[in-house]
């Protein structure tokens, strides 16, 4: 026996829907929901198998198709409009339409569906049988970010190794070379990009863009969330404040990226914890799952650490720690503040940080305060304040990217 729920609205085909429902020996209709939230509560009762609601209804997104599936509930929309619904509903996340002019199979329909929520719907063949809408899905829906730009992702260990400054710096040498470039501030304890570049913004356009996300409108609408700087480079600020990270549910960084990587490269800022949190519940955001998310989906990850004492011995558990989370992670590593009262060469580093795990390569930023300072008292890029040591070092850290690598050192 399936147990349906049923968003009523005053749609015209809801009618057809609930007697087809009613009329199937194998359905039961628990209940006629008068809203979303009426929707949810229901659903996370247990009781209920399958929720039926129109595609277009007012405020379903892909959190609440999430928290559907999460209580085990097997979303069904019903359109009136195919070829305008069908799009959106693959973005929110509902895998199975119904015509509204061939809801009289509903409830053959909903008897029919497979155990896995995330498979398109099904229904006997032959007579009575309800045509199915192509999804996102279907293996015949083309994914988002085929081809398309690289993305780099900063991340370091605590203690300001300068992740923000070095992702400011490769997203305006890459503008500089003519590339289309998206810096992304993804720190989901409080990122600086816009106060470090001077951008006033009273809008997060990282929350924007997550808000359009799950309403399956960013293709249409991503360009207006971004902040340009330039004719090549496009900047999304951060969180206004470091506890609105609850308002990012998992999967939004990995589809901004994808449609971001389809009009350039990307550059993800990121925060410093990879450590998941055990009490997050499914479907529910954790403190560093953006993080963690950012990692993940990067093309290429660039760890950067400070090259004192404090900043190597934290770099040197970082790598160990990515290693773990990501097994054989496309890394590089970047010391950042190296200079020579310090008391060692370069290759003594090197030589330490390969004892903790296989590294593509090393690459030391020198100490260049001077030019920082000069970029975040006029909040502009570095490659706008003239030619730097610093400027230079980033630009030659690009140039290694393009090139082959060398193989990796062996773990000790």
Do not use: Y
């Given at each position: 026996m399936i147990?349906?729920?049923?968003?009523s609205?005053?749609?015209a085909?809801e009618?057809?829907?609930?007697?087809?429902l009613?009329?199937?020996?194998?359905?039961?209709?628990?209940?006629?929901c008068?809203?979303?939230?009426d929707?949810?509560?229901?659903?996370s009762?247990?009781?209920?198998?399958?929720?039926?609601?129109?595609?277009?209804?007012t405020?379903l997104?892909?959190?609440v198709?999430?928290?559907l599936?999460a209580?085990?509930?097997?979303?069904?929309?019903v359109?009136t409009d195919p070829?305008?619904?069908?799009?959106?509903?693959?973005?929110v996340?509902?895998?199975?339409l119904v015509d509204a002019?061939?809801?009289?199979?509903?409830?053959?329909?909903?008897?029919?569906?497979?155990?896995?929520?995330t498979?398109?719907g099904?229904?006997?063949?032959?007579a009575?049988?309800v045509p199915?809408?192509?999804?996102?899905a279907?293996?015949?829906?083309?994914?988002?970010g085929?081809?398309?730009g690289?993305?780099l992702a900063?991340?370091?260990a605590?203690?300001?190794?300068?992740?923000?400054?070095?992702?400011?710096?490769?997203?305006?040498e890459?503008?500089?070379?003519?590339?289309g470039t998206?810096l992304?501030?993804?720190?989901?304890?409080?990122?600086?990009?816009?106060?470090?570049?001077g951008v006033?913004?009273?809008?997060s356009?990282?929350?924007?863009?997550?808000?359009?996300v799950?309403?399956?409108?960013?293709?249409?609408?991503?360009?207006?969330?971004?902040r340009r700087l330039?004719?090549?480079?496009?900047v999304?600020?951060?969180?206004?404040r470091?506890?609105?990270?609850?308002?990012?549910?998992?999967?939004?960084?990995?589809?901004?990226?994808?449609?971001?990587?389809?009009?350039?490269?990307?550059?993800?800022?990121t925060?410093?914890?990879?450590?998941?949190d055990?009490?997050?519940?499914?479907?529910?955001?954790g403190?560093?799952?953006l993080?963690?998310?950012?990692?993940e989906v990067?093309?290429?990850?660039?760890?950067?650490?400070?090259?004192?004492?404090?900043?190597?011995a934290?770099?040197?558990?970082?790598?160990?720690?990515l290693?773990?989370?990501?097994?054989?992670?496309p890394l590089r590593?970047?010391?950042?503040r190296?200079?020579?009262?310090?008391?060692?060469?370069?290759?003594?580093?090197?030589?330490m940080?390969?004892?903790?795990?296989?590294?593509?390569?090393?690459h030391?930023?020198?100490?260049?305060?001077p030019a920082?300072?000069r970029a975040l008292?006029?909040?502009?890029?570095?490659?706008?304040t003239?030619e730097?040591?610093?400027?230079?070092?980033?630009?030659?850290?690009l140039?290694?990217?393009?090139?082959?690598?060398?193989?990796?050192?062996?773990?000790?």
């Amino acid at each position: 026996m399936i147990v349906t729920l049923l968003v009523s609205t005053g749609a015209a085909w809801e009618p057809a829907a609930l007697a087809s429902l009613a009329a199937h020996p194998g359905v039961v209709v628990l209940k006629r929901c008068v809203d979303l939230a009426d929707l949810l509560a229901s659903a996370s009762t247990g009781q209920a198998d399958v929720a039926v609601v129109g595609a277009d209804l007012t405020g379903l997104d892909r959190s609440v198709v999430d928290q559907l599936l999460a209580h085990g509930v097997r979303p069904v929309g019903v359109t009136t409009d195919p070829e305008q619904t069908r799009a959106r509903a693959g973005r929110v996340g509902l895998v199975t339409l119904v015509d509204a002019d061939q809801v009289g199979g509903l409830g053959a329909l909903v008897a029919d569906l497979p155990a896995d929520p995330t498979q398109p719907g099904g229904g006997p063949p032959g007579a009575g049988a309800v045509p199915r809408l192509p999804s996102a899905a279907d293996p015949t829906v083309a994914s988002p970010g085929e081809g398309g730009g690289r993305v780099l992702a900063v991340w370091g260990a605590a203690g300001a190794p300068g992740r923000t400054t070095l992702a400011t710096g490769l997203a305006g040498e890459l503008a500089r070379r003519g590339l289309g470039t998206l810096l992304v501030d993804a720190d989901p304890h409080g990122g600086a990009v816009a106060q470090q570049l001077g951008v006033l913004d009273e809008v997060s356009g990282l929350l924007a863009a997550a808000r359009l996300v799950a309403s399956g409108t960013l293709e249409e609408r991503f360009a207006t969330t971004q902040r340009r700087l330039s004719d090549r480079l496009r900047v999304l600020t951060g969180l206004p404040r470091p506890d609105r990270w609850v308002e990012l549910r998992p999967g939004v960084l990995t589809e901004l990226v994808e449609a971001a990587r389809s009009q350039g490269q990307v550059v993800l800022d990121t925060g410093f914890s990879l450590e998941g949190d055990a009490g997050a519940d499914v479907g529910r955001p954790g403190r560093n799952d953006l993080t963690r998310e950012a990692v993940e989906v990067a093309d290429e990850v660039l760890l950067v650490g400070g090259a004192d004492p404090v900043g190597l011995a934290r770099l040197a558990r970082a790598v160990t720690e990515l290693h773990e989370f990501r097994p054989d992670p496309p890394l590089r590593v970047v010391v950042n503040r190296m200079r020579p009262t310090l008391g060692w060469r370069e290759p003594d580093v090197v030589a330490m940080l390969a004892g903790f795990g296989a590294v593509r390569s090393v690459h030391f930023l020198p100490d260049d305060q001077p030019a920082v300072d000069r970029a975040l008292v006029s909040g502009r890029l570095l490659v706008e304040t003239g030619e730097s040591a610093l400027s230079r070092a980033i630009g030659a850290l690009l140039d290694a990217m393009v090139a082959p690598s060398p193989p990796a050192p062996s773990r000790r």
